[in-house]
Nanobody, 125 residues
Framework: QVQLVESGGGLVQAGGSLRLSCAAS????????MGWFRQAPGKEREFVAA????????YYAESVKGRFTISRDNTKNTVYLQMNSLKPEDTTIYYC??????????????????WGQGTQVTVSS
C-alpha cells in the first residue's frame, strides 16, 4: 500500500511557475516509479511526466517538454513537478501516481497502482 499526497497547486498568471510536490509513504520510495498526470473535467486523464526509480530516466508529454521538469528526492520520499512558462491550457487537476510492480511504459495510466487525491492548478491569461 502506498499513500500519496500532492501539494503546491494554486493560481498563477500565464508565464509563471509552480512546483508541485507529492509525498509518498507506505513503501520504500526508491522501489517505486512515479508519474504525474492531469485531467480536465469531461476529458480523459493525460500523461504529463514520469521518473524512474533511481531518478535517472525521465519522460515527458510533448505538450510540456521544455517547460516542466520532474524530479525525485528518495531521501525525502517526494517527487516534484516544476512547471515553468505556464499556459492557460495547463489549467486542470494534477495527480501523482506510483507504480510498484515495474510496469511499462510509464506513460501509460494503467501501469500505475496508486494515485493521489489531486491538486488544482489554475493559470490565468
Amino acid at each position: 500500500q502506498v499513500q500519496l499526497v500532492e501539494s503546491g497547486g494554486g493560481l498563477v498568471q500565464a508565464g509563471g511557475s509552480l512546483r508541485l510536490s507529492c509525498a509518498a509513504s507506505g513503501r520504500t520510495f526508491s522501489s517505486v516509479a512515479m508519474g504525474w498526470f492531469r485531467q480536465a473535467p469531461g476529458k480523459e486523464r493525460e500523461f504529463v511526466a514520469a521518473v524512474s526509480r533511481s531518478g535517472g530516466t525521465t519522460y515527458y508529454a510533448e505538450s510540456v517538454k521544455g517547460r516542466f521538469t520532474i524530479s525525485r528526492d528518495n531521501t525525502k520520499n517526494t517527487v516534484y513537478l516544476q512547471m515553468n512558462s505556464l499556459k492557460p491550457e495547463d489549467t486542470t487537476i494534477y495527480y501523482c501516481a506510483a507504480d510498484i510492480d515495474y510496469g511499462a511504459p510509464l506513460r501509460k495510466e494503467s501501469v500505475y497502482d496508486y494515485w493521489g487525491q489531486g491538486t488544482q492548478v489554475t493559470v490565468s491569461s
